[in-house]
């Protein structure tokens, strides 16, 4: 028996087997030939029957699936019988290739040319490549990469998710989440918390455990454990019934004396919106626009926006939705907004900055929101990524007056921002903590590094000085220099950990945004101490020397987290 330990990101305890995530299909060499004594008609007939063993798995999984992930796999499965790829692929066998080789060139082409015909063939383009890998492994006898197929339950384990696996990842036969790597601001971890899916990142050789180990998750501990015991069993009964507990959450959030703390969704369209109104959340703290055009190449028309919006808009009349513009580059590129090549794109031309380098695309969005608006009963509230002087507030907030928005506001994402809120909140409306980079700047550490996850937590001291120090700007620049006389929230990742959450109210943050999942044991936690309390564990977090201490200090203050499995 062995355990294993990274960092919780998604609270839940689980048994399950154990199933591996395939290891990326590697490319074929440039020029390899076909082996000696394999005819051109072999090879051809070979590649043939791969690609149509690729395409009856595809379908019947696409026979079994619902929603977004059968429509992406019937699209997919389609390719694999494509006569352009294989034809292409047939002439480069003729030629002396291997098939591997040949069908691998031949997507290439297929993929480039749909990309270049732009709008639905363009979003196809990566279909191809995802068929051309599968097509592969088949020919190698490996597993097929992606996200395993499997009618029984388990638990999923990888180096780390793309965006993109998830749009396969079926909640209901996986179990739990366990990655080698990636952080716990990454984008695996962001995706397990939306899924309601226990996840631990961040753990060193649990790419070595074998397919079927019977493994024990508790994604709020971070720890795995092979050949689960006794104990394990009883936890995992346990959280059956805190999951029920949960579900009964009633839309509100507030502290045990009464101090309401709005509890807002993070959401990335209007399906998660839908849902996210479903699970009690009484507004929208954070709307990721760029998550609406994500595979777009060319720049979204006003009528396209104001459509995706008003989408968000319509789930939540007479509520809150806050709205951001586009936050395009670093991990999120837009090919109509960013620069591919830029060297150090995180500390690039992204977010609001994109401004400098694609001027009108901001001004156009902020039109199609103010249409969008004016359709809606929502109350709109729009903010800018990436702000980092109150200069660049200062336009942000003219440019909204300018398209008729009324409460504009900005990001705190980046530590000069922190550490000027209180000029910075002269200038807009409200202000809204990204956790997720103010962390990842304030250590200089790249949010989707595992080797880098214990710097990158937002428990670290350093991360928590600057949550004050934004709410004290807020605080500054309200009417009676009264504590948060201009609303501070908080949008990014810490606001789902419900230890966490308790700290940033006792540091004056006035709302909490998370993904809908965790908007339940957020309520459960907070109601369970007054507000004076929450600001007696905030300074015990501040005064922590490190972000483990600050956590285990907190935790420790805070036993209903140990009852409830969080
Ligand atoms: C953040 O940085 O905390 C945030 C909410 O934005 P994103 O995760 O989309 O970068
Ligand atoms: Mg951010």
Redesign the pocket.
Known sequence: MQNFQGVGVSPGRVIGPVRQMPKPVSEPPAGEQLPDGVSVEEATAELKQAATAVHDELKSRAERASGDGKAVLEATALMARDTMLLKGAGKLIAKGLSNQRAVWESAASVSEMLHNLGGYMAERATDVLDVRSRIVAELRGQAAPGIPASATPFVLVAEDLAPADTATLDPAVVLALVTSGGGP?SHTA?IARSLGLPAVVAAPGVDDLPDGAEVYVDGAAGTLVEEPGDAERSAAAAWEETASLLADFDGQGTTADGHLVPLLA?VGGAKDAVAAAELGAEGVG?F?TEFCFLERDSEPTVDEQAAAYQGVFDAFPGKKVVL?TL?AGA??PLPFLTDATEPNPALGVRGYRTDLTSPGVLQRQLEAIARAAEQSEADVWVMA?MISTADEAAKFASMCAGAGLKTPGV?V?VPSAALTADAILREVSFA???????T?YAMAADRQLGPLAALNTPWQPAVLRLVRLSAEGAATEGAAAERNAKPVGV????AADPALAVVLVGLGVTTLSMTARSLAAVAAVLKTVTLAQAQELAELALSARTAEDARSAVRGKLPVLEDLGL
């Open positions: 601001q962001i993070n954070l990721r951001r936050d991990d999120k990524p990001m994402e809204s903590l990204g956790t997720n980079d103010l990842q949008c990014g990742e810490a």
